[in-house]
């Protein structure tokens, strides 16, 4: 148990519908990461946050867009979903986000878009 | 642009045996590169990491060799153990999308190691 939580576990939705993912770090990491993991994919990085404020961007679509709150708890937010965005949402944390901070995964939200 | 390359994607050794785990890499400003278990229903799970200055990291059963020249790593686990069977990633860190510390992974390899 990495002590990161996420929910829901799994989710099952429409194409063009809106989903919120969520994510608990840590307890005292201040910055949290979300990946993707689509089926024949690698982990890809989506963006950071640190203490509430966006601090890198990666692959992450105009469609998609995240939060920190001030408990540090992260929403994901994804929105006119697609068949491609059915994937493993992983979010990680890390204490102060720096590079030489180990990342700690949580299990993960399994999307579904029919 | 697939920056971490594992181009096996499984693998599969004997109990007791070594198990060699490969990882090709294209971009030369990671400044680290780790590996990351993962089970299956959980996250991944850090497991070991080697400093581009370095070119060996050995914690326990898991050693990591770095060959910067040829822009590969491998990670060994000697002797493995049913338990070792998981699905691992190779992952570069470095700057990404503007900041520090972001890892670019590969695709995984799935290791299984049978009695």
């Known amino acids: 148990d990495s002590g990161v939580t996420q929910t829901p576990k799994h989710l099952i939705t429409a194409t063009g519908q809106r989903v919120t993912l969520r994510c608990s770090p840590r307890s005292g990491d201040l910055s949290v990461y979300w990946y993707q993991q689509s089926l024949d994919q690698g982990l890809q990085f989506l963006i950071q946050y640190y203490n509430g404020e966006e601090r890198a961007k990666g692959n992450i679509l105009e469609r998609f867009s995240a939060q920190q709150f001030p408990d540090l708890h992260s929403e994901l937010n994804l929105s006119s979903l697609e068949l491609g965005d059915s994937a493993l949402y992983f979010c990680?944390?890390?204490?102060?986000?720096?590079?030489?901070?180990?990342?700690?995964f949580g299990p993960g939200t399994r999307l579904t878009v029919l | 642009d697939q920056q971490v390359k594992q181009n096996s994607p499984s693998l599969s050794v004997q109990e007791g045996r070594i198990s060699i785990l490969n990882c090709d890499y294209t971009n030369s400003m990671f400044d680290y590169f780790l590996w990351y278990k993962k089970y299956p229903a959980e996250g991944p799970t850090f497991l070991i990491s080697i400093s581009s200055i370095k070119d060996k990291n050995e914690d326990g059963r898991f050693t990591v060799f770095l060959n910067k020249s040829a822009k590969h790593l491998s990670l060994h686990i000697v002797p493995s153990q049913p338990g070792d069977s998981a699905v691992y990633f190779c992952?570069?860190?470095?700057?990404?999308?503007?900041?520090?510390?972001?890892?670019?992974f590969g695709k995984g390899t799935k290791l299984s190691v049978k009695p």
């Open positions: 992952a570069g860190r470095g700057f990404y999308g503007g900041s520090q510390g972001n890892l670019i």
């Open positions: 990680a944390s890390s204490p102060r986000g720096q590079k030489t901070d180990t990342q700690y």
